[in-house]
């Protein structure tokens, strides 16, 4: 019986794969055409917009900047330099100390020279015990929370978000060198429809390798560590390609943690960053479209940016980049079955049927599939009922799929916007042949531990040890 | 037994390899020529805006011989940046004859030709932006018309490039616009900030608008402009019917200020609409410095907390005028209103004052009594602080100033200052 039945089996496996591979890949080229149009429209925009007078305006609406730090005394001061040369008109800068537990605090100190500051403090989002509010004698429009931790990033940034003052919040990681038109360029979206523009994301790259000095980026010296450069490619392809698609119809579903800008009421309407999950944007994200889809709302928007906004620190080896992936598969899975009501309900237009399903069987369902294709294709290759070579067509057509998503994706970034040099760009290319033999599967161990690790019910902000600067 | 389709998996496999061998080259290449052509145009532009600068040092004359052989050479997308950076490069006396000098080069009914019906996008839209620094009469309908245009960037540059003309009728013409709400107010009018100080009457016309969104930006614009003009007006619209726009007049008397401005804000005082009160509080504050006190006091017992806020801050801000209406605040029932007058004392750092005093042989008699209402406050939030400043043998003695008023209070502090005790 099994002999008959194996065979069937296998066959059919290998039909429901290559159909996946295929329709995996036909929906990241049609991201890529719309993306290959929607880009140079957002860098033609960008090329004829009027800098000068949002600079000198006082209508400018005005940003509150959030750094959430945690054990960040390696970095925490060139971010915060970074936020301080922002060329905006007017924004503050609240950073907070989340229960650090090595000198996060004493750096801030010296950087910022700091004064405990009476002021009332009414916790309207949760966010766990505040120790102390400090302003800076040295820069008056920054202000520093240190509080306990146990609320994860999520608590800390509602707890700067309990004291903003401003309509619009732009959250960044505490190892983030935001660039200093960052804030400019995406607000300027914002203000032509505050009304309705709720979120804008924008791409962020990795700063792994860049010298940095007093918050700005004075050599830019990429890393060669393939880690991270196929980093930087798959940032291309999903926050370039994926996400400007995607926002082109206004079902971005997510705005990184890494660089983020929100009105800040709509925290206030919906209960602010939950700590009940893995990591906050992606939910949150999702949280916003369900609440304005629920209530038919056609006008609201949440945007996503091509241009580079700043850069962050990613993993440089295998160890860190597992415990990153793990934590990110592990809240993907918590949002899309949180969320699970919005999958092919008309209700939810275009983000039901065109975003979510693409989670579902990509993010979350994929990589069964995949390890399940070709360990089903090289067991039947043992067994003698599958021939070598149809294993090889398959397992070149994933390969050169891959690749070709990945080439699209560096082709549509680095046609309009000199960040990368040729030698990087060709260094890109190479990996991006590559790819597939090798990251693919560390990204792929990683999802399956995040998995595992989800159906357990685990839920830790695992930071990964960054490497020194 | 089961048909892998293998060949055409191969030859799938064939198509997509040829196809990324063909990507990657063609990559490689485009950078290459990008990178190279990147390099020329950054160096073209440099030059010609250096050739902009030494032909305004070499003065009028030469701006009027030179100009048109150096615009000639200027291609649409060069003119953007150099336009953009106009500031930096040539000095504002000339930026006139060098607009007139491009006019006249670039025949300005080309650049109209291309803005109304070019078929490609973006070039209609340099065109469209060259036209709002031509200043042109004939450039206002074309823009006007495609401000209306249903693509959103065509309407959007359009807009820019109105506010690039800085002149009375295009400042009509955003004013207009405001009424479509397609883009915000803020936008708009942050277009019409940067226009000449005479945008000012414009405005105050359209503070007579029918529609409440148009009159709440003309107000907005004219409270940053803070002239005196249409004063009368203004204070009309205190009483309009829509209270977002009666807080607008409000800020815009508070920038304005003069006796007359405080006439008007008083009728706000005790407006229907909370942040109406609000703003008004907040512009008597700035109007009336000082006098403003006994204006606002009542409102300290407002039923919002946002206007009571902005009482305490005008309390703050004017102490010493202050203190006689905590005292009388303090002699009252109203607990609310004790406590708000507490954290006044505080934040106002008078506490340290009246700690002072307290040492003194005959200490007034308002400071025992304003100590006496703190106190009875129960919100005796920055005592602790502030005594700590003080040498031990003087602490005693505010405590024990304290003790006759709160024994156990007294007892909790001293307790707090020796570390004997430390809130949760």
């Not at chain 1, 002999?3 to 429901?16: G, N």
């Not at chain 1, 600079?55 to 915060?80: C, G, K, R």
């Not at chain 1, 500051?117 to 008056?140: N, V, W």
């Not at chain 2, 020329?40 to 030179?66: C, M, P, V, Y």
Request: with cysteine; proline share 3%; hydrophobic share 45%.
């Amino acid at each position: 019986m099994i002999k008959f039945l194996l065979p069937v089996f296998i066959y059919l496996l290998f039909l429901v794969s290559f159909a996946y591979f295929f329709v995996m890949a036909f929906y990241f080229l049609l991201l890529s055409a719309i993306t290959f149009f929607e880009e140079k429209r957002r860098v033609m925009e960008l090329d004829a917009e009027d800098f000068t007078t949002l600079y000198s305006s006082s209508f400018t609406l005005p940003v509150s900047v959030i750094i959430p730090a945690h054990n960040e005394e390696e970095w925490i001061t060139d971010s915060v330099k970074a936020a301080l040369n922002l060329k905006y008109p007017e924004f503050e800068v609240i950073v907070v100390d989340d229960g650090s537990t090595d000198n996060t605090l004493k750096q801030l100190d010296s950087l910022l020279k700091l004064k405990p500051f009476d002021m009332p403090f009414a916790e309207y989002l949760r966010c766990g015990r505040i120790r102390e509010i400090f302003k800076s004698q040295a820069y008056p429009n920054v202000t520093v929370i240190s509080k306990d931790g146990g609320c994860k990033k999520a608590g800390a940034v509602n707890a700067a978000l309990n004291i903003s003052r401003f309509k619009y919040v732009c959250v960044i990681d505490a190892d983030t060198i935001v660039e200093p038109d960052a804030l400019i360029k995406v607000m300027a979206h914002a203000q032509k429809d505050p009304e309705n523009i709720i979120g804008i994301g924008a791409y962020f790259g990795l700063v792994n390798g860049l010298k940095i000095k007093d918050g700005q980026i004075t050599k830019w010296s990429f890393s060669h560590n393939p880690i991270v450069a196929s980093q930087n490619i798959e940032y291309m392809r999903s926050l370039v390609v994926m996400r400007t698609a995607w926002s082109k119809f206004n079902v971005m579903p997510i705005i990184a943690g890494g660089f983020g800008i929100w009105r800040r009421d709509i925290f206030f309407e919906l209960g602010g960053y939950s700590p009940e999950y893995s990591s906050e944007d992606l939910e949150f994200t999702f949280r916003v479209h369900d609440y304005f889809l629920e209530k038919n709302d056609k006008k609201y928007k949440v945007l996503m940016l091509p241009y580079i906004a700043s850069w962050t620190e990613g993993p440089s080896n295998i160890a860190s980049f597992i415990r990153q992936r793990n934590r990110w598969q592990r809240v993907t899975n918590e949002t899309v079955w949180h969320y699970k009501h919005m999958i092919f309900n008309l209700r939810y237009r275009t983000f039901g049927f065109f975003v979510l399903p693409y989670f579902l069987f990509y993010e979350v369902s994929g990589v069964f599939i995949e390890v399940a294709s070709i360990a089903f294709l090289v067991w039947g290759i043992t067994v003698q009922v599958v021939d070598i070579r149809v294993f090889l067509a398959f397992f070149s057509f994933m390969v050169l799929t891959n690749t070709i998503s990945s080439l699209l994706a560096i082709f549509i970034f680095t046609r309009d916007q000199k960040v990368f040099s040729m030698k990087n760009i060709i260094y890109f290319i190479v990996l991006s042949f590559l790819e597939f033999f090798w990251y693919k599967w560390i990204a792929t161990i990683a999802k399956i531990l995040g998995t595992l690790g989800w159906s357990k019910g685990i839920k830790t902000y695992d930071q990964y040890v960054r490497a020194a600067r | 037994m089961f048909n892998y389709y293998e060949n055409v998996i191969w030859e799938i496999d064939g198509a997509l390899f040829a196809c990324a061998l063909a990507l990657s080259a063609f990559i490689i290449i485009y950078s290459a020529l990008k990178d190279i052509l990147w390099r020329k145009r950054n160096q073209r532009l440099a030059e010609l805006k250096k050739s902009f600068q030494h032909l305004a040092e070499a003065g009028k004359n030469s701006i009027k011989d030179g100009c048109i052989s150096l615009t000639g050479r200027v291609r649409p997308e060069e003119f953007l940046s150099i336009t953009h950076d106009i500031n930096s490069i040539i000095p504002r006396k000339f930026e006139s004859q060098l607009r007139q000098c491009f006019i006249s080069y670039n025949k300005l009914s080309d650049i109209e030709r291309l803005a109304e019906k070019s078929g490609n996008k973006w070039k209609r839209i340099q065109a469209i932006i060259m036209l709002g620094y031509t200043k042109s009469e004939s450039a206002l309908n074309i823009l006007k018309a495609s401000l209306l245009n249903k693509d959103e960037d065509i309407s959007y540059f359009s807009l820019l490039a109105l506010g690039e003309m800085k002149d009375e009728s295009s400042a009509r013409a955003l004013f207009d616009f405001l009424q479509k709400k397609i883009y915000s107010g803020y936008k708009i009018i942050s277009l019409l900030e940067s226009f000449p100080a005479s945008v000012a009457e414009v405005a105050i016309e359209y503070t007579k608008s029918d529609d409440p969104f148009v009159r709440f930006w003309a107000l907005r614009l004219l409270s940053k402009l803070k002239l005196r003009g249409g004063l009368n007006t203004i204070i009309e619209l205190t009483k309009d019917s829509v209270p977002n726009v009666r807080a607008a007049a409000c800020d815009c008397l508070a920038e304005i200020g003069g006796q007359e401005a405080a006439a008007g804000l008083r009728q706000c005082l005790y407006d229907n609409f909370w942040f109406v009160r609000m703003h008004a509080v907040r512009g008597m504050g700035k109007v009336l410095g000082k006098g403003s006190v006994r204006e606002v006091s009542a409102l300290i017992q407002d039923g919002n907390w946002l206007v009571r806020d902005a009482v305490k801050k005008v309390f703050e801000d004017n102490i010493e005028e202050s203190l006689v209406v905590i005292e009388k605040i303090f002699s009252g029932n109203d607990d609310n209103a004790k406590a708000d007058c507490t954290e006044v004392l505080e934040f106002s750092g008078y506490i340290d004052t009246m700690l002072k005093e307290l040492l003194a042989k005959e200490p007034h008699t308002r400071t025992l009594v304003l100590l006496k209402g703190m106190v009875g406050a129960r919100a005796h939030l920055g005592l602790e602080w502030s005594i700590k400043k003080f040498s031990s043998q003087e602490r005693a003695h505010i405590i024990s100033d304290i003790a006759q008023i709160d024994p156990l209070l007294s007892e909790h502090i001293d307790k707090k200052i020796k570390d004997i005790i430390k809130e949760p």
